[in-house]
């Protein structure tokens, strides 16, 4: 048992320390910078031009999509970069598990997505005097949201190419796909039976519906169903990545 402790703490370190490796080489890269922060604010802005909100309403909505557009960002564009540079064969040699290796990425995107969520909350609270109902949910929104859709962005990552242009198109086309299914646009209580059953097919709906109950406090679903399907979705997520990265290695990416 003792035994099984120490390998848990080390792949968790390990994981960490990918974390930290990518968080000081790829944030500041000209491609993060524009999927991941700056692509959400400028949705936001052009969607809530001479539209009448709440403030909390408001901020809720862009918190879902900042979370949304920068935790899925950063996979499709670190790994393919990682593998046209040569880099990432050292993390395969690396004495880790590839399960541990995925959780390094997903942290990263984990962690952008929860950085850039905090400084539209802190704008939307100075600037716009957006008040937050149910801070649980909220930190529940952005660090389990942060997670589906890191994990989201793991699955383009790891297709296997050195290309990041080869993942960014595919990845962009479901993440518009899933943006305008969802319930940030359009709120599901104002959605037709039909669209309202497609949008329960995203996580992002859920993102949102918990975002509302943590802002405005009004939300349509239950919350605590919001964060399970969000874990849920996160841990499902890794799957396909796992499978993709041991094809791309007998692949030879």
Do not use: C
């Not at 999927?35 to 309403?57: D, I, K, T, Y």
């Not at 040699?93 to 390094?104: E, T, V």
């Not at 389990?144 to 793991?154: D, K, Q």
């Not at 943006?179 to 039909?194: H, Q």
């Amino acid at each position: 048992m003792r035994r099984r402790w120490q390998r848990l703490r080390d792949e968790l370190a390990q994981a960490w320390a990918v974390a930290v490796k990518d968080v000081r080489v790829y944030y500041l890269r000209p491609g993060m910078i524009m999927f991941g922060f700056l692509m959400p604010f400028f949705l936001f802005f052009s969607f809530s031009v001479r539209r009448e909100m709440a403030a909390a309403q408001g901020i809720a909505r862009l918190l879902a999509l900042t979370t949304f557009f920068t935790a899925a960002s950063a996979g499709p564009f670190i790994i393919p970069l990682e593998r046209r540079l040569r880099t990432y064969d050292r993390l395969l040699a690396a004495p880790m598990s590839l399960l541990s290796l995925l959780l390094g990425k997903t942290a990263v995107g984990a962690f952008f997505a929860a950085s850039v969520s905090v400084f539209a909350l802190v704008i939307g609270i100075t600037a716009f005097g957006a008040t937050v109902a149910q801070p649980g949910f909220l930190a529940a929104g952005v660090l389990l949201g942060s997670f589906a859709f890191a994990s989201l962005g793991l699955v383009f990552g790891s297709i296997p190419t050195r290309n990041p242009g080869d993942v960014q198109m595919p990845s962009t086309l479901l993440r518009w796909g899933l943006l305008f299914v969802s319930g940030v646009f359009i709120p599901l209580e104002e959605m037709a039976p039909a669209a309202r059953a497609v949008a329960y097919l995203s996580p992002l709906t859920y993102a949102q519906d918990l975002m509302n109950h943590a802002l405005p406090g009004k939300g349509l679903l239950n919350p605590w169903l919001d964060s399970g399907v969000l874990l849920v979705a996160g841990i499902l997520l890794l799957i396909p990545s796992m499978l993709l990265h041991r094809r791309a290695r007998r692949l030879g990416y």
